[in-house]
């Protein structure tokens, strides 16, 4: 026997894996609650870690950056890419995002998995 409602689904002998999301240090509860919680935890660690590069601020340049990095296996974020902004403010955006602190890696199958955002 295997704990089904953890990594899967068994269903007239056939396995459906179940993609676990990376969780965040102090999240806990249900897979939907996790996942509530990293969500919440994101965005107040984006909204407290953001520092206004200072030309940027006193040149009183604007921008929306988006950043895409990955959740490796072992839980650290990796950056993909950053677009949109100018460089001031895509570098305080990088450096934001890298400053998230190591997760619970996200799961496939009951093995680590790399998860993107």
């Not at 990955?70 to 993909?80: A, D, P, Q, R």
Request: proline residues 5%.
């Amino acid at each position: 026997a295997f704990a089904q409602d953890e990594w899967g689904d068994l269903k007239k002998n056939k396995l459906t894996m179940k993609e676990i999301p990376a969780v965040w240090p102090g999240c806990s509860g249900s897979i939907a609650e996790k996942d509530t919680c990293f969500n919440h935890q994101l965005s107040k660690h984006i909204m407290s870690n953001f520092t206004y590069p200072t030309q940027e601020y006193k040149k009183n340049i604007q921008g929306r950056v988006v950043v895409k990095f990955k959740i490796n296996t072992k839980g650290f974020v990796e950056i993909k890419s950053v677009t949109g902004g100018n460089k001031g403010l895509q570098e305080a955006a990088k450096t934001n995002i890298l400053k998230i602190p190591q997760l619970i890696p996200g799961m496939m199958g009951g093995k680590p998995r790399e998860i993107n955002m």
